[in-house]
């Protein structure tokens, strides 16, 4: 073999021998060593510009929604206001709310207790109110006890004694009771504390409004004998027309002298109207919690 043929049987050889390198990787050539992608990727669509037609569609079926909803909810209100401006012309508003306040709370029987449920403070055109009706019981019935119901305000209540003592009701029958900050819990301390009276006739003394509710739950408390004395407005039966002109009424203001409906019974029936709408809202509550 001549020196060229040697030659080329070496580099043949070198060529076709593998070597490999034992020592281990470091940690900076792992990404060397990695393989690369030789395949290109294809460009990938726009998800976001693909969703911007489905949101501006389903933000228009939420606006449309949203002003049918409010669009019902203005008619309801609307239809409802209209009714009761029309009622206040009326002296329906009046006799629902007597309706209330006699239904359940007449009584044939002689009280051996006068209940007071006390519900706002001292001075009050509420508890004045029911203090007179209170006091006027207590003068009825000579024997009867008087039992202040009130929630925990000493200092209301010690206005309330001197006001029913002011009125002729001898101290030593009026008894108190400190605990209740609603009508069932009332009735429920009141039946606690004093049980004797859950057999005896006792008249309560509340608001018109609140008689019906208030008898209902203490009879439902135990109390086998209740009446009740709701604590009605009496009405002025007076001619309050006046002279405009005289008064000195400017001529662009319209005359309402002679219309005594719409100066005072208007508004005062549309206040009632308000307060029987509480009322019975209270009376559907109660009813769901079994109180009545």
Excluded at 200 to 211: C, D, G, R, Y
Aim: net charge positive; charged share 20%; with cysteine.
């Amino acid at each position: 073999m001549n020196l060229s043929g040697l030659l080329f049987f070496s580099i043949s050889i070198c060529h076709n021998l593998q070597v490999v390198d034992t020592t281990p990787p470091r940690e900076h050539d792992n990404a060397f060593f990695q393989t690369p992608n030789i395949i290109p990727s294809l460009p990938q669509q726009n998800t976001s510009l693909c969703r911007i037609p489905y949101i501006r569609k389903t933000m228009q079926n939420i606006i449309l929604y949203t002003k049918r909803i409010f669009r019902w909810i203005f008619l309801v209100l609307g239809v409802f206001s209209f009714l009761l401006i029309l009622l206040s012309f009326t002296r329906i508003p009046y006799d629902v709310c007597s309706w209330l306040g006699t239904s359940k709370s007449t009584y044939t029987f002689k009280p051996d207790a006068i209940v007071f449920l006390g519900g706002s403070g001292m001075p009050s055109e509420a508890n004045l109110i029911r203090l007179y009706y209170t006091s006027a019981l207590a003068e009825t019935y000579p024997e009867s006890k008087v039992l202040i119901v009130h929630p925990k305000d000493t200092a209301v209540i010690d206005l309330m004694r001197e006001e029913l003592m002011l009125r002729r009701v001898d101290s030593s029958r009026i008894l108190t009771e400190k605990s209740g900050t609603n009508t069932r819990e009332q009735a429920m301390t009141v039946a606690d504390d004093f049980p004797d009276l859950l057999t005896k006739n006792i008249v309560i003394v509340t608001s018109t409004e609140n008689m019906r509710r208030t008898v209902q739950t203490f009879r439902k408390a135990g109390f086998l004998h209740v009446g009740g004395q709701a604590s009605f407005e009496n009405a002025m039966f007076v001619d309050l027309g006046f002279d405009y002109k005289k008064l000195g009424g400017k001529p662009f203001v319209p005359d309402v002298s002679s219309y005594q409906s719409l100066r005072y019974n208007f508004w005062n029936y549309l206040k009632l109207e308000i307060t029987c709408l509480r009322e019975f809202t209270a009376i559907a509550y109660y009813k769901m919690n079994g109180w009545i």
